[in-house]
């Protein structure tokens, strides 16, 4: 049966001495035993990781699932660290656990996909606006302040408070500030232009129309773009409908192929 982890303690009341239990931790073959004692280990420093996520409790997560993550870091922690390279676990689970909070909200918290570079910006200009904020009281720090505190250039903390009103997303429903007709955001957004679909083909037909004859082409023109029906252009160019028609069908077929074969090239 595993050694109880020892009660003596370091300055810190949730900083219990395991070292005696590490060592022997490290000596033991996978199994019950080793189990037994590395959740003595765990529990012991718990109330560690608890202060840890303490210090994230205000950012918009519950404290419950901080603890948990907090827990599962020093679970890490505990099952990497190495006693024999002699730096006390305390070193090395601090890092550990506040990296795992820190990767909790960087990939769980934010509504949609941001730039790990983006969010590390944020931070930045968060801390330093904290920091500016004891000096400066009574105004919100400038942008060039903010720059030079943090050794950021004014750029990158534009970004950095971009991103700290985006760290949620506003539904397309919300009702739009200053609205009393439940105007919302959905109604102010545009739709797509379906005239875009045809840029391409009129782009790619362009040169094969320049090409043509000029009687052909003034034809396609008529039917085309100036929406004349056959009758009129035989009656305006002094042809059959008939001829008009065998026309437009050839110089389709034609403008078709050539366009095609371009593609295929």
């Given at each position: 049966?595993?050694?109880?982890?020892s009660?003596?303690?370091?300055?810190?009341?949730?900083?219990?001495?395991?070292?005696?239990?590490?060592?022997?931790?490290?000596?033991?073959?996978?199994?019950?035993?080793?189990?037994?004692l590395?959740?003595?280990?765990?529990?012991?420093?718990?109330?560690?990781?608890?202060?840890?996520?303490?210090?994230?409790?205000?950012?918009g997560?519950?404290?419950?699932?901080?603890r948990?993550?907090?827990?599962?870091?020093?679970?890490?922690?505990?099952?990497?660290?190495?006693?024999?390279?002699?730096?006390?676990?305390?070193s090395?689970?601090?890092?550990?656990?506040t990296?795992e909070?820190?990767?909790?909200?960087?990939d769980?918290?934010?509504?949609?996909?941001?730039p790990?570079r983006?969010q590390?910006?944020?931070?930045?200009?968060?801390?330093?606006?904290?920091?500016?904020?004891?000096?400066i009281?009574g105004?919100?720090?400038?942008v060039?302040?903010?720059?030079?505190?943090?050794?950021?250039?004014?750029?990158?903390?534009?970004v950095?408070?971009?991103?700290?009103e985006?760290?949620?997303?506003?539904s397309?429903?919300?009702?739009?500030?200053?609205?009393?007709?439940?105007?919302?955001?959905?109604?102010a957004?545009?739709?797509?232009?379906?005239?875009?679909?045809?840029?391409?083909?009129?782009?790619?037909v362009?040169?094969r129309?320049?090409?043509?004859?000029?009687?052909?082409?003034?034809i396609?023109?008529?039917?085309?773009?100036?929406?004349?029906?056959?009758?009129?252009?035989?009656?305006?160019?002094?042809i059959?409908?008939?001829?008009?028609?065998?026309?437009?069908?050839?110089?389709?077929?034609?403008?078709?192929?050539?366009?095609?074969?371009?593609?295929?090239?």
């Amino acid at each position: 049966m595993p050694t109880p982890v020892s009660a003596k303690h370091h300055p810190h009341d949730d900083a219990p001495d395991t070292a005696d239990s590490f060592r022997r931790l490290a000596g033991l073959p996978p199994g019950p035993e080793r189990d037994a004692l590395r959740g003595q280990i765990v529990e012991a420093w718990l109330p560690m990781a608890d202060r840890l996520a303490g210090r994230f409790r205000s950012r918009g997560e519950s404290f419950d699932d901080l603890r948990q993550v907090a827990a599962l870091g020093l679970v890490k922690a505990v099952d990497r660290y190495d006693p024999a390279r002699g730096n006390a676990f305390e070193s090395y689970a601090v890092p550990t656990i506040t990296g795992e909070i820190k990767r909790h909200f960087r990939d769980h918290m934010w509504t949609l996909h941001v730039p790990r570079r983006v969010q590390d910006l944020r931070n930045r200009v968060r801390f330093a606006a904290q920091d500016l904020a004891q000096t400066i009281p009574g105004r919100r720090p400038t942008v060039a302040e903010i720059a030079e505190h943090a050794s950021m250039s004014e750029e990158d903390v534009l970004v950095g408070l971009e991103a700290l009103e985006s760290f949620t997303a506003l539904s397309l429903d919300a009702e739009l500030p200053g609205s009393e007709d439940g105007y919302s955001l959905a109604d102010a957004l545009g739709s797509s232009d379906p005239a875009l679909d045809t840029v391409v083909d009129r782009e790619s037909v362009k040169p094969r129309l320049a090409a043509l004859p000029e009687r052909e082409r003034a034809i396609l023109y008529m039917r085309f773009f100036g929406d004349m029906t056959q009758s009129r252009i035989a009656e305006q160019l002094g042809i059959s409908q008939m001829h008009v028609s065998r026309l437009i069908s050839r110089c389709c077929g034609r403008l078709r192929e050539q366009i095609m074969r371009d593609a295929a090239a």
